[in-house]
């Protein structure tokens, strides 16, 4: 196996440390940079394979790092990072989205559509995968104070990394470039519009971008061209590209809220009751702290409202069918009582 053209496509000692010594003297490994129904796409240095994916092998994505015998796909090894999507409405049913991602950039551009609760949301996406997020506020010369509104996205969380720039002045995406060296994978977040295409473009180069194509040669050495959903960035690290990443919703994301709203998670461990809604029951320290000025009203309301949609969209079809038939129940037997306290009134 050849280290030297793996670290560049993000091999690193968390995924090496899974090898056995038999698997790293019989086996060679390769990242995914696209997958079909029943076929992916490898990539292990320069030239990428498709491979089949055998009966009952694991769920892969793209990103995955993949084990490589001969013909035949292996395993997969543990990921660093996921991105995924519960199915509607099914318990188990996931679809992996993007594996192994390191930075994703969180686009949100300021004019009218800026909004803290918005990058919220993404950020609760970004930490719910495990990957570092970093805002990138575009736009920056339509507006007369970007500094200012820079400020706020960083009292969400001083530990938080925010650029403030012109997506289409190449010296001003630099900032970006430490998050795109080589080895390194990066994915964006972003409402349509807000210039994720046009920071790729700066970052790579359209020209560059179009070139950048990697051969692949199907099972015959015939060369293909399919659509990659990992992309080299010429002389740095690799882009994620999945259409997938538009559609994340917040299900299954209670760890990521946890983690976005640290600060309020903390404070609620000290309100009066275990299951406070911190709406208005008695001793609620979150009300308190809104009181005080520790926390903003409209962090609370996002909080809350994440939160309320985390919940339904979590809950299963069949546990949404239970609730509504409780529901119908409950309102039956109402009626049923108010029909009998008429009746013997
Ligand atoms: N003035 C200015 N215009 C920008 C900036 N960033 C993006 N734009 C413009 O905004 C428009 C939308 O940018 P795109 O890069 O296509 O946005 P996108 O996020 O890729 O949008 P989708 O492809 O729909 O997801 C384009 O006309 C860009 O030229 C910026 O920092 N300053
Ligand atoms: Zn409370």
């Known amino acids: 196996m050849d280290f030297h053209l793996l670290n560049e496509l993000g091999m690193r000692p968390f995924f090496q440390q899974q090898l056995s010594l038999d698997e790293l003297e019989n086996c060679t490994l390769g990242r995914v940079v696209a997958h079909h129904k029943s076929e992916v796409a490898v ?46 409405g099914t318990a188990q049913e996931r679809q992996l989205i993007a594996a192994n991602v390191d930075s994703v950039f969180i686009v949100s551009s300021l004019n009218e559509d800026f909004s803290l609760n918005r990058i919220e949301r993404y950020l609760v996406l970004a930490k719910e995968a495990g990957v ?18 820079k400020d706020r996205v960083q009292q969400l969380d001083p530990l938080l990394e925010v650029h403030c720039i012109n997506a289409l002045a190449q010296d001003e995406v630099l900032v970006l470039k430490e998050h795109c ?46 659509h990659r959903a990992l992309k080299r960035i010429p002389g740095g690290g690799l882009l994620m590209d999945t259409p997938g990443m538009r559609e994340l919703q917040l299900s299954d994301v209670k760890e990521g809220i946890q983690l976005t709203f640290a600060e309020i998670e903390a404070i609620a461990a000290n309100c009066r009751f275990g299951d406070c809604q911190h709406e208005k029951e008695p001793g609620c320290a ?57 009746k013997f009134k």
């Open 132 to 149: 570092e997020p970093v805002v990138v506020l575009t736009k920056k010369d339509t507006h007369d104070d970007p500094e200012s509104e």
């Open 181 to 226: 060296r080589k080895g390194r994978t990066v994915a964006f977040l972003g409402s349509s519009g807000v210039g994720k295409s046009t920071l790729v473009n700066s970052l790579v180069g359209e020209q560059t971008m179009q070139t950048a194509a990697i051969r692949e040669t199907d099972g015959k050495g015939r060369h293909t061209t399919t």
């Open 286 to 342: 979150v009300l308190k702290a809104v009181d005080n000025d520790e926390i903003s009203p409209r962090r609370l309301d996002n909080y809350k409202k994440l939160r309320r949609e985390e919940a339904h969209n979590s809950a299963t079809l069949a546990q949404r069918r239970a609730k509504d038939r409780a529901f119908t129940k409950m309102v039956n037997s109402v009626q049923e009582q108010s029909r009998n306290a008429k």
């Open 43 to 88: 990539l292990d240095g320069t030239e990428s394979a498709r491979f089949n994916l055998p009966q009952n092998f694991e769920q892969v994505c793209v990103g995955d790092w993949v084990l490589i015998s001969g013909e035949r796909l292996v395993r997969t090894l543990e990921r660093q990072s996921l991105f995924q999507r519960k199915a509607a």
